[in-house]
């Protein structure tokens, strides 16, 4: 009974986690370059339960008439202890584009992330809505510079016309009417989307030993990614978490009434 209790309490513990999860999709619907996080659940280590009391041959109810099914208890089968929020994995897949006509706006398709200059260090991103800040530096939404690949920001000269950018991120425009190529943003992938985690404001970090290679994919301009997360199918899945939180508080309810029967009324036979 006990460990009854203790399954369904973890199961509404690994719900709230998913919860969480899925809220925090719903929050980010609308952000550039965001890619859902999925709750991914694991099953604790099931318990082999055996009929112990027929290792006495006294009362050994597996033999009759001399015949015996051996020495060993019999297995009755496994039970289970629940399960637990393993890790929350994010989905990689393409969001879907969004044309703006801002020269600066840049998507990313396929394979691929910008490099942007925190206090922290570099960090990786897939939001492209870049804009030039009053000081011809390329910066992101959070006045983040974004990084080149000679890992210094872009500068964009204040005369510079017909911005171009290329698909692997090569920026020219016209400057005093000659044509010149003003830089390359750093574009890079990694081998395994494993060796980026998320950091918070729609930023990536690497883990120890990583190492960034060129990307794969390609940039396409005067375009946004939007968010892989959908409002409906979060909003079911968000609904059916809420009717298994419901089942596992109705059954710590259910076993909570038999053990208080079972302490205050059968105690007392």
Do not use: C
């Amino acid at each position: 009974m006990w460990r009854g209790l203790y399954t369904a309490g973890a199961g509404m513990i690994q719900e709230t986690q998913r919860t969480d999860t899925i809220a925090n999709n719903l929050a980010n619907v609308n952000t550039t370059g965001y890619k859902r996080d999925v709750a991914v659940s694991s099953e604790f280590e099931p318990m082999l339960i055996r009929r112990i009391n027929d290792k006495d041959m006294r009362s050994d109810v597996t033999s009759f008439k001399g015949f015996s099914l051996g020495g060993n208890p019999p297995v009755v089968g496994t039970l289970g202890l629940g399960s637990e929020i393993a890790e929350i994995a994010t989905d990689h897949s393409q969001g879907m584009f969004e044309s703006t006509g801002n020269p600066y706006d840049v998507a990313i398709s396929g394979e691929g992330y910008f490099e942007i200059q925190t206090p922290q260090g570099v960090r990786y991103t897939r939001d492209g809505a870049f804009f030039r800040s009053r000081t011809g530096v390329l910066e992101n939404v959070r006045g983040q510079a974004v990084l080149g690949t000679n890992g210094q920001p872009i500068t964009i000269p204040a005369d510079a016309e017909s911005v171009s950018i290329g698909a692997k991120g090569e920026i020219t425009a016209r400057v005093q009417g000659a044509v010149q190529q003003l830089g390359q943003l750093a574009f890079v992938q990694f081998n395994d989307r494993r060796a980026v985690l998320k950091q918070g404001d729609n930023l990536y970090y690497p883990q120890a030993g990583a190492q960034p290679q060129p990307a794969t994919g390609t940039i396409e301009q005067g375009m946004l990614e939007r968010a892989n997360a959908n409002v409906v199918s979060e909003m079911v899945e968000l609904i059916n978490n809420y009717r298994i939180y419901e089942a596992g508080s109705k059954s710590v309810t259910t076993q909570d009434a038999m053990l208080d029967k079972s302490v205050n009324e059968v105690g007392k036979l």
